[in-house]
């Protein structure tokens, strides 16, 4: 292989070609590096590129697989990876793709960034969002859009879609991803990636911008499943500054994931394989139950009656603790500021208005609205109360059904991606983008989206949900399928 194509590589082959020093981390960035700068114009995955910094880090990581010093390697050594821009990284600009944290510097790490340092995981820089994580298509950065490899004129998903471009694309060897109601698992479907929303509370959310508190998870893309349960095994744990991660056991992944799939039922939800779903969707999925089945899959038709009611749930919930989280963006404590303006300040709320609604996007301002509106006093217990009821209901249903089953399979997307521009005038329409993807983020389940075929040139994935903590079934079933079919190895020609 050729040092400008190491890029290519997984995490799995890289570490191997490291370890037998084939090929050295310096030489692995810099086909990463290069990558970036051929294909971003194009596509705007990356809002900050760290190539210096990323360079020495590469480096030293080098001199320490040479040398050994006395200790065991880190596991992922040297491997070049991108982040989401709403996970907080010391010393680099953390936008969360809005104006108003335009200049912000982040004063430490997140959890999940110092396991990936402590693991020897070298940061090439930050990636492209929806503002906030608000959205399903990567339409609403205040950076410009995120452009779909496979088709330009296409949205990448959201809002996780700087990450899942970047890995399709090789930019690098993983990223990193928030997912609240399918915000990673969205567009790896729409881009053909491997997408992982682990468990609520098996990573650490300590160093995220908050979104909606009670669904964010910090999760990844990757290019493989099997590279997924490597990334996982590293990023997993409990951890003292989140009092939401649990200590539950970390199954060894990658020993587990080889196991055959003989015996192993999976459940299919009816409310999931409807009528709306695209004819083409609908085989790719079709013909991934089949090889499914060759491998020894049993399935089994099952109902979850209030998946009618995820999104409805969702969009109560979520917009409600969007307007409490980003309270705390009031022009005064960091961030854009309208204090500057003197002559147009005459009073506290002229600095908090002018400083929101210079820095937020519309779309984030709809959600501030809606939450505020569901929060108030006369509409709280009637909406919020309410959604929080039904939100019970879902997660008790799921847990229910998953007691009959080792996991579920339902399509990501009820279809691939659409042009850009086509629903961002509708945002009932983009709301309703998420229909099968919330009901696990409400229940707080691990789910994960791989690729299953194509639909006119544009990849489909498939969503397997897993019982609370059960990651490792959900890598032993993706790994099996994609032992079997070649659909996460179709590279992109852009």
């Given at each position: 292989m050729q040092k400008s194509e190491l890029n290519k590589l997984t995490i799995k082959q890289a570490i191997e070609k490291l370890n037998n020093k084939e090929i050295t981390s310096v030489e692995l960035t810099e086909a990463c590096l290069a990558r970036i700068k051929e294909v971003d114009n194009k596509i705007n995955a990356c809002l900050t590129v760290c190539e210096e910094q990323v360079l020495v880090e590469a480096k030293k990581a080098d001199e320490i697989r040479q040398t050994g010093q006395g200790w065991e390697t880190p596991p992922l050594l040297g491997i070049p990876y991108l982040v989401k821009d709403n996970i907080l990284t010391r010393g680099i600009k953390t936008t969360a793709g809005s104006k108003i944290l335009e200049n912000y510097i982040a004063p430490y790490d997140a959890t999940i960034i110092k396991k990936l340092k402590q693991a020897g995981a070298v940061l090439l820089g930050k990636?492209?969002?929806?503002?906030?994580?608000?959205?399903?298509?990567?339409?609403?950065?205040?950076?410009?859009?995120?452009?779909?490899?496979?088709?330009?004129?296409?949205?990448?998903?959201?809002?996780?879609?700087?990450?899942?471009?970047?890995v399709v694309t090789d930019m690098c060897l993983f990223a990193l991803g928030t997912d609240t109601g399918g915000s990673i698992r969205y567009p790896a479907s729409f881009c053909g990636v491997t997408g992982l929303k682990p468990t609520y509370g098996r990573s650490s959310r300590f160093g995220l911008i908050s979104m909606t508190s009670s669904t964010d998870v910090p999760g990844l893309i990757t290019k493989t499943v099997e590279d997924a349960a490597i990334i996982l095994s590293v990023i997993a744990g409990v951890d003292k500054n989140d009092a939401t991660t649990v200590k539950e056991k970390i199954d060894d992944y990658q020993k587990l994931i080889k196991q055959d799939l003989h015996g192993l039922k999976v459940g299919l939800p009816k409310e999931y394989f409807i009528e709306g779903v695209d004819k083409g969707v609908k085989q790719?999925?079709?013909?991934?139950?089949?090889?499914?089945?060759?491998?020894?899959?049993?399935?089994?038709?099952?109902?979850?009656?209030?998946?009618?009611?995820?999104?409805?749930?969702?969009?109560?919930?979520?917009?409600?603790?969007?307007?409490?989280?980003?309270?705390r963006f009031d022009g005064i404590k960091y961030g854009l500021s309208a204090m500057e303006e003197k002559n147009n300040i005459?009073?506290?709320?002229?600095?908090?208005?002018?400083?929101?609604?210079?820095g937020f996007g519309a779309e984030t301002k709809r959600r501030i609205m809606l939450g505020t509106y569901a929060l108030s006093a006369g509409y709280y217990d009637a909406y919020y109360i309410q959604a929080?009821?039904?939100?019970?209901?879902?997660?008790?249903?799921m847990d229910k059904v998953l007691e009959q089953v080792d996991c579920l399979l339902t399509p990501t997307a009820p279809h691939v991606?659409?042009?850009?521009?086509s629903k961002s005038q509708d945002p009932l329409k983009m709301y309703l983008e998420d229909i099968f993807v919330t009901g696990a983020s409400l229940a707080g389940l691990p789910a994960?989206?791989?690729?299953?075929?194509?639909?006119?040139?544009m990849p489909v994935g498939l969503q397997l949900i897993g019982k609370r903590f059960d990651e490792a079934i959900l890598f032993r079933i993706g790994y099996n399928f994609q032992e079997a079919t070649d659909w996460h190895l179709k590279k992109v020609e852009i």
């Amino acid at each position: 292989m050729q040092k400008s194509e190491l890029n290519k590589l997984t995490i799995k082959q890289a570490i191997e070609k490291l370890n037998n020093k084939e090929i050295t981390s310096v030489e692995l960035t810099e086909a990463c590096l290069a990558r970036i700068k051929e294909v971003d114009n194009k596509i705007n995955a990356c809002l900050t590129v760290c190539e210096e910094q990323v360079l020495v880090e590469a480096k030293k990581a080098d001199e320490i697989r040479q040398t050994g010093q006395g200790w065991e390697t880190p596991p992922l050594l040297g491997i070049p990876y991108l982040v989401k821009d709403n996970i907080l990284t010391r010393g680099i600009k953390t936008t969360a793709g809005s104006k108003i944290l335009e200049n912000y510097i982040a004063p430490y790490d997140a959890t999940i960034i110092k396991k990936l340092k402590q693991a020897g995981a070298v940061l090439l820089g930050k990636v492209n969002m929806d503002e906030f994580a608000h959205g399903a298509s990567t339409e609403n950065s205040a950076f410009g859009v995120t452009h779909n490899p496979w088709n330009l004129e296409c949205v990448a998903g959201g809002s996780s879609g700087g990450s899942a471009v970047a890995v399709v694309t090789d930019m690098c060897l993983f990223a990193l991803g928030t997912d609240t109601g399918g915000s990673i698992r969205y567009p790896a479907s729409f881009c053909g990636v491997t997408g992982l929303k682990p468990t609520y509370g098996r990573s650490s959310r300590f160093g995220l911008i908050s979104m909606t508190s009670s669904t964010d998870v910090p999760g990844l893309i990757t290019k493989t499943v099997e590279d997924a349960a490597i990334i996982l095994s590293v990023i997993a744990g409990v951890d003292k500054n989140d009092a939401t991660t649990v200590k539950e056991k970390i199954d060894d992944y990658q020993k587990l994931i080889k196991q055959d799939l003989h015996g192993l039922k999976v459940g299919l939800p009816k409310e999931y394989f409807i009528e709306g779903v695209d004819k083409g969707v609908k085989q790719a999925v079709e013909q991934a139950i089949e090889e499914f089945k060759k491998l020894g899959v049993k399935f089994v038709k099952v109902s979850l009656p209030h998946t009618a009611y995820g999104v409805p749930v969702y969009y109560i919930i979520t917009p409600s603790e969007i307007s409490s989280n980003l309270a705390r963006f009031d022009g005064i404590k960091y961030g854009l500021s309208a204090m500057e303006e003197k002559n147009n300040i005459h009073s506290l709320f002229d600095i908090y208005a002018k400083s929101r609604g210079k820095g937020f996007g519309a779309e984030t301002k709809r959600r501030i609205m809606l939450g505020t509106y569901a929060l108030s006093a006369g509409y709280y217990d009637a909406y919020y109360i309410q959604a929080q009821k039904v939100r019970t209901k879902i997660k008790q249903e799921m847990d229910k059904v998953l007691e009959q089953v080792d996991c579920l399979l339902t399509p990501t997307a009820p279809h691939v991606a659409f042009k850009i521009g086509s629903k961002s005038q509708d945002p009932l329409k983009m709301y309703l983008e998420d229909i099968f993807v919330t009901g696990a983020s409400l229940a707080g389940l691990p789910a994960i989206s791989i690729p299953c075929g194509f639909d006119n040139n544009m990849p489909v994935g498939l969503q397997l949900i897993g019982k609370r903590f059960d990651e490792a079934i959900l890598f032993r079933i993706g790994y099996n399928f994609q032992e079997a079919t070649d659909w996460h190895l179709k590279k992109v020609e852009i």
